[in-house]
């Protein structure tokens, strides 16, 4: 399979006919390759976008929708491919890629289609001095740069409040994850997107997304990703004055209160650590148990973690499947070495899978539980983005959210109490943009999505999102 860039409705390969290999990380084979693109590649894209833009900002909502609902109904209709495009690719269950990443993209798309149909603006009456109103805008060109752990359901979240918001888009997937990606760009011809409007470049990010976000002619840039990634690109926007848009990592605390509804906090702790091989970065991996259950948790947790089965992403009773990548793996690998140095204790989970016939040079890894480390410690401090967790008993609220708020991250939290005050109380000190009390990853797309600290700027979701891509002017009427 030889992916290509997407430029001005047409695909393409790389000016510079360099290729990358894509790999199987269920069976650790090469099954195709992608564009390794470089800033000539950038720059057409950016030309195609320019060019489009007067077309596609000018268009009525009404008009901007329509094709939009048909990028969504292209995508329904070409779910079962897809969502098995995204398995092969990322190693994550087909029955995940099915129930959730594609419905998701799917949404996307719906969601902002119709939501540009309800926005409306503001107006500030000065009596007899006259009137303000405000009118948003479209920018231009925006740079969308998404990660390889939900790679269509990501991508789709950048792509689809730009577009609907009257923006041109120049979009780079992951290098890790590329199919999907280029799988979109056959539907949005089919919808009827005029050429341009939504370009595709595959490639490196030192190749790709630096020269696109240094590019003087991208005013507006969303990114998804790792810290460090997010602030290497800050460092080249904000003397360019760009907008930006960036989620980054997260350490999220899972705070387990001992009056919490037992049964329903340990299966959603078991989701809530280890969906998508724990490479989500909205998973819980610090989970703080009261210490009047902490140890029937551990009992129950652990033998319902040793339980869960790793197997090859395309087989339905498979609920763990292959990280995304062998450098991947191995990062995640060192963690448990440093945890073991750093005096925690393996309890269940720690080794690599073999798994037997074509699998057995996929990149498995067992889920893994700790416990007896300190709360400073590296493994409790630093991302891993995979499926390890620890444990750590606490006797009161201020000691959870001492520990709960040490790290740099402030993405995501969830609570598990039944006593409501408590509820609110813990919710209003933790240091997270998104917490969930007695649930996880429950999505509202009406509602803003991001994180503080480290874990990045600004928010996703709803009209956040909208707005992010446009300019607000105010125009001042005097009677």
């Given at each position: 399979?030889?992916?290509?860039?997407?430029?001005?409705?047409?695909?393409?390969?790389?000016?510079?006919?360099?290729?990358?290999?894509?790999?199987?990380?269920?069976?650790?084979?090469?099954?195709?390759?992608?564009?390794?693109?470089?800033?000539?590649?950038?720059?057409?894209?950016?030309?195609?976008?320019?060019?489009?833009?007067?077309?596609?900002?000018?268009?009525?909502?009404?008009?901007?929708?329509?094709?939009?609902?048909?990028?969504?109904?292209?995508?329904?209709?070409?779910?079962?491919?897809?969502?098995?495009?995204?398995?092969?690719?990322n190693?994550?269950?087909?029955?995940?890629?099915?129930?959730?990443?594609?419905?998701?993209?799917?949404?996307?798309?719906?969601?902002?289609?119709?939501?540009?149909?309800h926005?409306?603006?503001?107006?500030?009456?000065m009596?007899?001095?006259?009137?303000?109103?405000?009118?948003?805008?479209?920018?231009?060109?925006?740079?969308?740069?998404?990660?390889?752990?939900?790679?269509?359901?990501?991508?789709?979240?950048?792509?689809?409040?730009?577009?609907?918001?009257?923006?041109?888009?120049?979009?780079?997937?992951?290098?890790?994850?590329?199919?999907?990606?280029?799988?979109?760009?056959?539907?949005?011809?089919?919808?009827?997107?005029?050429?341009?409007?939504?370009?595709i470049?595959?490639?490196?990010?030192?190749?790709?997304?630096?020269?696109?976000?240094?590019?003087?002619?991208?005013?507006?840039?969303?990114?998804?990703?790792g810290?460090?990634?997010?602030?290497?690109?800050?460092?080249?926007a904000?003397?360019?004055?760009?907008?930006?848009?960036?989620?980054?990592?997260?350490?999220?605390p899972?705070?387990?209160f001992?009056?919490?509804?037992?049964?329903?906090?340990?299966?959603?702790?078991?989701?809530?650590?280890?969906?998508n091989?724990?490479?989500?970065?909205?998973?819980?991996?610090?989970?703080?148990?009261?210490?009047?259950?902490?140890?029937k948790?551990?009992?129950?947790?652990?033998?319902?973690?040793?339980?869960?089965?790793?197997?090859?992403?395309?087989?339905?009773?498979?609920?763990?499947?292959?990280?995304?990548?062998?450098?991947?793996?191995?990062k995640?690998?060192?963690?448990?070495?440093?945890?073991?140095?750093?005096?925690?204790?393996?309890?269940?989970?720690?080794?690599?899978?073999?798994?037997?016939?074509?699998?057995?040079?996929?990149?498995?890894?067992?889920?893994?539980?700790?416990?007896?480390?300190?709360?400073?410690?590296?493994?409790?401090q630093?991302?891993?983005?995979g499926?390890?967790?620890?444990?750590?008993?606490?006797?009161?609220?201020?000691?959870?959210?001492?520990?709960?708020?040490s790290?740099t991250?402030?993405?995501?939290?969830?609570?598990?109490?039944?006593?409501?005050?408590?509820?609110?109380?813990?919710?209003?000190?933790?240091?997270?943009?998104?917490?969930?009390?007695?649930?996880?990853?429950?999505?509202?797309?009406?509602?803003?999505?991001?994180?503080?600290?480290?874990?990045?700027?600004?928010?996703e979701?709803?009209?956040?999102?909208?707005?992010?891509?446009?300019?607000?002017?105010?125009?001042?009427?005097?009677?």
């Amino acid at each position: 399979m030889d992916i290509q860039n997407f430029i001005n409705g047409k695909y393409q390969d790389p000016i510079g006919d360099a290729w990358l290999e894509n790999i199987n990380p269920a069976t650790g084979e090469v099954y195709g390759r992608i564009p390794d693109s470089d800033e000539r590649d950038v720059e057409l894209a950016v030309q195609a976008a320019q060019a489009a833009f007067p077309i596609w900002s000018s268009m009525s909502i009404q008009e901007r929708s329509a094709i939009l609902m048909k990028v969504s109904e292209g995508i329904e209709k070409r779910l079962p491919e897809l969502a098995a495009a995204e398995s092969k690719d990322n190693g994550k269950p087909l029955k995940l890629a099915t129930r959730v990443d594609i419905p998701r993209a799917r949404d996307n798309f719906a969601f902002f289609a119709t939501a540009i149909l309800h926005d409306s603006a503001e107006t500030h009456d000065m009596g007899e001095s006259g009137f303000n109103y405000t009118t948003r805008k479209p920018i231009g060109v925006a740079a969308c740069i998404s990660p390889w752990n939900l790679p269509l359901y990501l991508f789709t979240w950048k792509i689809a409040p730009a577009l609907a918001s009257g923006n041109t888009v120049v979009a780079k997937p992951s290098e890790v994850t590329p199919v999907t990606a280029a799988l979109l760009g056959e539907i949005c011809n089919e919808a009827g997107m005029p050429a341009g409007v939504l370009n595709i470049i595959h490639g490196l990010g030192g190749r790709v997304g630096t020269p696109l976000t240094e590019h003087p002619n991208v005013p507006v840039i969303s990114f998804t990703g790792g810290t460090q990634t997010g602030a290497a690109i800050a460092r080249i926007a904000a003397p360019k004055f760009k907008k930006l848009s960036l989620e980054l990592g997260g350490k999220n605390p899972n705070i387990i209160f001992a009056d919490c509804d037992f049964d329903d906090m340990l299966k959603t702790t078991v989701q809530s650590s280890f969906a998508n091989q724990g490479q989500i970065c909205l998973c819980g991996s610090r989970i703080f148990i009261e210490r009047p259950i902490y140890e029937k948790f551990k009992q129950a947790f652990i033998e319902k973690v040793s339980k869960l089965k790793v197997g090859p992403p395309s087989e339905d009773s498979s609920q763990i499947g292959a990280l995304v990548s062998e450098p991947h793996l191995n990062k995640v690998m060192s963690y448990i070495k440093l945890a073991e140095e750093e005096g925690g204790t393996i309890l269940t989970g720690g080794e690599r899978v073999k798994l037997d016939g074509e699998h057995a040079n996929g990149y498995y890894l067992r889920p893994t539980v700790i416990e007896g480390l300190e709360y400073t410690c590296r493994t409790n401090q630093e991302e891993i983005f995979g499926p390890v967790v620890t444990l750590t008993p606490f006797d009161s609220e201020e000691e959870v959210l001492t520990m709960a708020n040490s790290t740099t991250y402030g993405l995501a939290a969830t609570i598990w109490t039944s006593n409501l005050k408590r509820a609110h109380r813990v919710a209003s000190r933790v240091e997270s943009g998104i917490i969930w009390v007695n649930c996880w990853l429950v999505r509202d797309l009406r509602t803003p999505f991001g994180g503080m600290k480290n874990s990045g700027v600004g928010r996703e979701g709803g009209f956040e999102a909208l707005h992010f891509f446009t300019e607000t002017r105010n125009v001042c009427v005097k009677l």
